[in-house]
């Protein structure tokens, strides 16, 4: 395991069991936690590398559809805002809305479209190497 990513689970170790005190001044609540992306298929393994996180705010406007893309990495998120649909190449859908998270699926192809009435927003956090592209278009 990286160190990084020991440090991250141990301090959000403490903090559960801190939110588990009589203090309760600090609430933790899991959104997500998978080893497999929404769609059931199982998340790659981590690069041996050197890891780079990188977290992005992404807002899709009413009406528009993404292109057809796949991520070579892990990725997850979670809907701040909207409502956003996600199909599989294979024809797989989930529907997303505000406050749901989404552990997405690893190289395969997929598009997402905002057939809602508003900007959909998220926040997407990406577990990859310095220099391996967050998506690849088809």
Known sequence: ??????????????????????????????????TKSWNQSPLPSYPTTQPEITILRISIAAGTALPMHQHPLINAGVMLRGILTVVTERN????????DALVEVTSQWHYGINEGNETAELIVFYAGTPGLALSISK
């Open 92 to 99: 797989e859908t989930l529907h997303l809305s505000a406050g």
């Open 1 to 34: 395991m990286h160190k990084a990513v020991a440090v991250v689970l141990m301090l959000l170790g403490s903090l559960i069991a801190y939110d588990n005190t009589a203090h309760n001044a600090i609430h933790v609540e899991v959104l997500a936690k998978s």
